[in-house]
C-alpha cells in the first residue's frame, strides 16, 4: 500500500506542476497584429475515404468561402469503394477552384491518409497549404483568416471543437469537453513558446517547410500526420502559430456513440508511446497524465477493501477537479468559449477511467480498423 501512495503523491505532484505552466501560459499567451491585406495564394486539402455522406457538406463550406485572394482546393480520393468519387469529380466540373486527385499519386512508401495527403500537396501550385477533414463544418471566413497567419508563419496549429449546446447526447457532452481541454492545453504552451500539438481537422504549413522536414516520409513509421509531424517541424526552426481567432474556428463531427468516440481517439492516442522519437518532453507529460489517472484510479478500486486509502483517494480526487475546473475556466475565458460546470462535472468524472483505457489500447491500435482498413 506505501507504495502505491507513494506513485500517486510524486505523479499528483508532477501533475500540479504541470497545470500550473498551463495557467501560466494561457496568461502568458499573446495574440500578434497580423497583416490581412495581403493576397497569398493558398490550397486546401482533403483526404476522402467513403465520405458521401459528408461530401455535400463540406463542397457546400469551401464553394462558400469569402477569401479574395488566390486559391485551390484539392480533394484527394483515398480508395473509396462508395460514390464519394462521382461527387467529387462532378462538383470539380462546376466550380473551377475544386481539383480532384488520387492517393495513389503519393509517395509509395507512405500509406492510407498520409499517403493521400502527400498527393495533394504534390499537385498544390501554391506554398501555403490548408488541411481540413470531410466530416468538419467550416466557417465561411476560414481560408481567409489562415492566410493571413501565413504572413508570419509556416505552420498553423487551427482550433477545433464539438458544438455541445442544447445536445443532451451523454457521448458528445464528453467529447465536446475533452477536446476542448485539449485545445486549452494546445494554446497554453505556445504561450509558453512550447508548441504542444495540432489536429488534421484545422492545421497548416507552408510547402516549402514539408520539403525541407523530408514531408511525411519522415515519420512514416507513426500513424499520425499532425502532433507527430509538428514535433518533427521544430527541428527546422519553423515558425509555428496558433490561430486564435474564431472566424478560423472549424466544427468536428459529434459522436453519438461510445464505440465511435474510442475509436476515434484511440486513433489520436496511437502514437503517444512512441513520442519519445520525436520529443521526450511531451512524451514525459502523456507518462505523467497516464500514471496520475491509473493510480487514482487503481487506489479508488482498492479502497473498497482497505479503508486507509479513502482519505488519500478522497484528497487526490479534490486536489486534481481542483487543477483541473481552474484549466477548463480560464481557458474557456481565454479562447471566448462558454462555460458550462454540469458538463465539466461530468467530463471529471469519465476522463479518469477514460484516460487509462486509452493509454492501454493505444499499444493495440494497429488491430483496429478505420472506415475498412488496419493502421
Known amino acids: 500500500m506505501d507504495a502505491i501512495i507513494i506513485v500517486t503523491v510524486i505523479a499528483l505532484f508532477l501533475y500540479s506542476i504541470f497545470i500550473f505552466f498551463i495557467l501560466y501560459g494561457l496568461t502568458a499567451y499573446k495574440k500578434i497584429n497580423l497583416n490581412n491585406d495581403e493576397k497569398l495564394g493558398v490550397s486546401v ?45 462532378k462538383h470539380a466540373k462546376l466550380n473551377s477552384h475544386f481539383k480532384f486527385q488520387i492517393s495513389d499519386i503519393g509517395s509509395n512508401k507512405l ?17 501555403n497549404l490548408l ?27 487551427g482550433y477545433t471543437y464539438v458544438n455541445n449546446k442544447n445536445d443532451s447526447n451523454f457521448v458528445t457532452i464528453f467529447q465536446s469537453i475533452d477536446l476542448l481541454m485539449m485545445m486549452i492545453v494546445g494554446k497554453a504552451f505556445f504561450g509558453l513558446g ?25 515519420i512514416q513509421s507513426f500513424i499520425g500526420d499532425d502532433t507527430v509531424f509538428l514535433q518533427h517541424c521544430k527541428k527546422f526552426t519553423s515558425k509555428i502559430g496558433f490561430v486564435d481567432d474564431k472566424n478560423a474556428y472549424i466544427q ?31 512524451f514525459c507529460i502523456f507518462v505523467i497524465t497516464f500514471v496520475i489517472n491509473s493510480s487514482i484510479l487503481y487506489s479508488s478500486i482498492v479502497s473498497l477493501v482497505n479503508y486507509q486509502l479513502s482519505n488519500m483517494v478522497i484528497g487526490c480526487m479534490i486536489c486534481k477537479f481542483l487543477l483541473e475546473i481552474s484549466i477548463y475556466s480560464i481557458g474557456s475565458y481565454s479562447l471566448k468559449v462558454s462555460i458550462n460546470y454540469i458538463y465539466f462535472i461530468f467530463w471529471f468524472i469519465i476522463e479518469i477511467p477514460y484516460v487509462v483505457l486509452m493509454g492501454v489500447l493505444s499499444f493495440f491500435s494497429h488491430y483496429l480498423k478505420w472506415k475498412g482498413r488496419r493502421k
Open 45 to 89: 486539402i482533403v483526404a476522402v475515404r467513403n465520405g458521401e455522406k459528408s461530401l455535400p457538406n463540406l463542397l457546400y463550406c469551401l464553394s462558400n468561402q469569402n477569401y479574395q485572394g488566390p486559391f485551390e482546393i484539392i480533394i484527394v480520393d483515398d480508395q473509396s469503394n462508395d460514390s464519394s468519387v462521382a461527387i467529387i469529380q
Open 111 to 127: 500509406k492510407q491518409k498520409k499517403r493521400a495527403l502527400d498527393a495533394g500537396i504534390k499537385m498544390a501550385k501554391y506554398d
Open 131 to 157: 488541411f481540413t477533414d470531410v466530416d468538419c463544418h467550416i466557417n465561411p471566413s476560414w481560408i481567409k483568416t489562415m492566410a493571413s497567419y501565413f504572413t508570419y508563419y509556416d505552420y498553423l496549429v
Open 194 to 218: 512550447i508548441p504542444f500539438g495540432a489536429i488534421g481537422q484545422n492545421q497548416g504549413f507552408t510547402k516549402k517547410l514539408y520539403k525541407l522536414s523530408g514531408g511525411f516520409e519522415s
Open 252 to 282: 468536428s463531427r459529434k459522436e453519438k456513440k461510445w464505440k465511435n468516440l474510442f475509436f476515434q481517439r484511440v486513433r489520436w492516442a496511437s502514437d503517444a508511446n512512441k513520442m519519445w522519437q520525436v520529443s521526450w518532453f511531451f
